[in-house]
C-alpha cells in the first residue's frame, strides 16, 4: 500500500502541516524535527508527488535528459555526471534515450512536460522538431541547434578538430581519410570536422573526406590509408580492429584518431590517440545555465564553450 502525507506525520509523531513544511522546507523547524520526519519518510518508503507539486506552483526538483543514445560512452558517462550533480543540487533525473527517431523523442517531451520537469537538458540529434521552438520550460541545449532561444554548451569542437588532424600531420601521413558526419545542421558538432580540414588544408596536406552515412568501414579499410581521422571513438576502435585484422600496427603501419575520450574508453583502449571532451565541466556548465535559464526564463544567456585536450598515449 503506497503510503501517504498522514502516515508519515503518524510515524513521526508530527502533524501534516509539519510533514509538508520539511518536504517544501519553508519556514523554522528543529534539526530534530526534519530528522524525524525523514527518518519516518525513509522507513515508510515515501515519495513526495512531484505533479502535485507543481500545481501547487512549486519546483518538482526533477531534470529530464534527453540524448541521442547511451550506447555511446560518451553519453552514458556525461548523464551519469549529470545525475550525480543534478542530485547534489537536490534534484532528481528522469533520463530519455531518443534513438535518433524523432517519434521517440517527441513522446518523451511530451512525457517530460507532462510530468512537469523544472527543466530540461537535450542533446537531441533530431532537428526537425518543432516542439523545442513552442516548449516553455526552461531548456539547455548540449552540443546541438534546438531554437534560437535555447542556449548551447559545447566542447571547443572545432580546436578539437584542429588537435587532431594536428596529430596525424606530425607523424607524417601519407594518404589521409577523413570520416565526415553528414551533419548538414548549424550545430557546434560539424565544428570538428571543419577544424581537421582547416588545418590540413592550411598545411597544404592531401585528404580523402568518407561520408559516414554510406561507408562501408569493412569494404574501405585498410586499403591505401596509413591514416584516419575518425568522429568517435567507437568509429575509431571499430577501425584500428579492422587494420589489425589485416596485420597491420598501430604507430607504425597506420595512425588512427578517435573523439571525445571518455573514461571507459581511455581504460579498455589506452593506445588510442583521441581527443577529450572534459565530461565533468560540461555537465557542470550545463547544469548552471539550466538553473540561470529556471531562475530567469526570460533572460538571454550567451553560449559557452569548454576547453577540449588532446590524449596522446606515451
Known sequence: MVAKLKDVA??????????????????????????????????????????ARAMQGKPSKFVGLIFPNLTNPFFAELANELEHQLFKKGYKTIIASSAQNPEIEHEYLNMLMANQVDGIISSSHNLDIDEYHQLTAPIVSFDRYLADNIPIVAADSYHGG??????????????????????????PTINRIQGALDFLNKQNIEFEPLAIKDLDLNATFPGDYDGVLASNDVQALVIYNIYRQAGKQLNKD?????????????????????????????AQELIQTLMKRIKSPNEDVNPAIIPVEFYQPK
Open 254 to 282: 597506420f595512425f588512427i584518431t578517435g573523439y571525445d575520450g571518455s573514461q571507459l574508453i581511455r581504460r579498455v583502449a589506452p593506445y588510442l590517440p583521441t581527443v577529450i571532451q572534459p565530461i565533468p565541466a560540461l
Open 10 to 51: 503518524q510515524l513521526a509523531g508530527v502533524s501534516v502541516t509539519t510533514v509538508s513544511r520539511v518536504i517544501n522546507n519553508y519556514g523554522s523547524l528543529s534539526q530534530k524535527t526534519i530528522d524525524k520526519v525523514h527518518a519516518a519518510m525513509k522507513e515508510l518508503n515515501y515519495q513526495p508527488n512531484a505533479l
Open 162 to 187: 584542429e588537435l587532431a588532424a594536428q596529430y596525424l600531420v606530425e607523424h607524417y601521413v601519407n594518404h589521409l581519410a577523413v570520416i565526415v558526419d553528414e551533419d548538414t545542421s548549424v550545430s
